[in-house]
């Protein structure tokens, strides 16, 4: 237990930021989890100064004049005796580091990277030199949304129906879908009229397909930590397009018959010809000597 009755030594260490902050990370990202403190005139200087950085369960801790020194298998890094240490929490010794070179130089800060989701916890900052500060950070680690697929269930038709579809396969929940169409209001999420929301989540509904709707459909998967996206492009018949084909393939039809009539024709008119020139070709008598 630390002395109180010295009002003076009581303001001897003060950490800067106060108040427990709240943080919603990303997996893989690393975070600064800030501790600035500061020191009165008279404890300047490194000697006796402890800085002890442990993951805390709320539902324990103790109030800091009973709990001077935390339970040791939630220390993860230490400043002490001028000394940088490690403590024996699984997975951090090599993520973690003080953000100062010297973490007497009144930055107790420390940077940890490559953020997983084991990670979330309530992260205490521990300054103690004449008395002792703390400071609580609680970081929730989250899977960014794993890319989606977008897809057309269908062919479009025009006047039909058309349902795109988009599923996201991995990431925290609750994951949000929400589809735009590709150069309008991006930002707003314009979509054309007639389209509505489909059962699931990632469904929308095209009602009474026309040119409008056309063009590229772009469906964005978030969460509280970052998003994805996927497109799929639409691609409605113009008016009159369909019997223009129609008819080409007529007219070619029509003129490869008449082709084929005609060679046909030139095949019989040179055989009949060929036939009458031998039925026609005179009979040289032969003659006897």
Not at 38 to 66: A, F, H, K
Not at 109 to 125: F, G, K, P, R, W
Not at 158 to 180: A, E, I, K, T, V
């Amino acid at each position: 237990m630390f002395p109180h009755s010295d009002t003076a030594l009581l303001e001897a260490v003060r950490i800067s930021a106060k108040g427990q902050q709240v943080l919603y990370l990303a997996q893989g990202d690393s975070v600064r989890l800030g501790c600035p403190y500061i020191l009165e005139p008279q404890d300047n200087g490194p000697s006796n100064l402890d800085i002890i950085w442990t993951m805390v369960n709320p539902e324990q801790r103790l109030p800091v004049s009973l709990s001077p020194t935390p339970h040791p298998t939630s220390l993860f890094l230490t400043y002490q005796d001028q000394k940088i240490r490690y403590g024996s929490v699984p997975g951090l010794q090599q993520r973690v580091s003080f953000v100062a070179q010297d973490p007497s130089l009144y930055d107790a800060s420390i940077h940890l990277a490559n953020l997983q989701v084991s990670d979330s916890a309530t992260y205490e900052c521990r300054v103690r030199k004449a008395t002792v500060d703390t400071h609580l950070i609680t970081i929730t680690v989250l899977e960014k949304p794993a890319a989606p697929r977008c897809w057309m269930d269908g062919e479009p038709v025009r006047g039909g129906n058309l349902m795109l579809r988009c599923c996201s396969d991995g990431g925290s929940l609750p994951l949000s879908y929400q589809w735009s169409k590709m150069g309008g209001d991006y930002a707003m999420g314009w979509l054309p009229p007639r389209t509505v929301q489909g059962q699931g989540s990632g469904d929308l509904m095209i009602q009474s397909l026309s040119q409008e709707h056309s063009g590229t459909y772009c469906c964005r998967v978030t969460n509280r930590v970052g998003y994805t996206q996927c497109m799929v492009h639409v691609s409605v018949p113009r008016v009159g397009y369909t019997g223009s084909r129609n008819v080409g393939l007529i007219v070619g039809s029509v003129l490869g018959a008449i082709f084929l009539l005609i060679l046909l024709l030139s095949i019989l008119w040179a055989l009949l010809w060929y036939c009458r020139r031998r039925h026609c070709q005179p009979v040289v008598p032969i003659e006897i000597r």
